[in-house]
């Protein structure tokens, strides 16, 4: 038995919650979480996908980004309608998300965005 295996949470859709996101040149990954009882963050869904070979050619911003609405995507039934923290370890992608012009492709995931409450925040990738 292991000691330290992460239990899922039950998804309360009365509280916030909040995702950490990462991309790198193979894959996405996202784990979702929620506040318990506690102030602790619990996480509720773990998720990732291999990148195809054109994704792989995208920026690193765009691939950030790509981890992001994916997420919103495919966890949908879970984060319409909530409040979502939305935690990116790609700081420049933070700034960018709120500029009024966008090149094609992000200007299209950020509509794609736009359905959704959620604040983008920068954390440093160690924490």
Known sequence: MVRDAVILAHPDFVKPFKLQTDASNGGI???LLQQTHTIDWHPVIFISRSLTKTEQNYSTTEKELLAIVWTFLRLHPYLH???IL???A???LVGLIYKNHLPGRLLRWDLALQEYNFT???CKGEH
Do not use: F, R
């Open 86 to 88: 939305v935690e990116t």
């Open 81 to 83: 309608g909530s409040s």
């Open 29 to 31: 990954g996202v784990v």
């Open 120 to 122: 983008l925040t920068y």
């Open 90 to 92: 790609h700081q420049p």
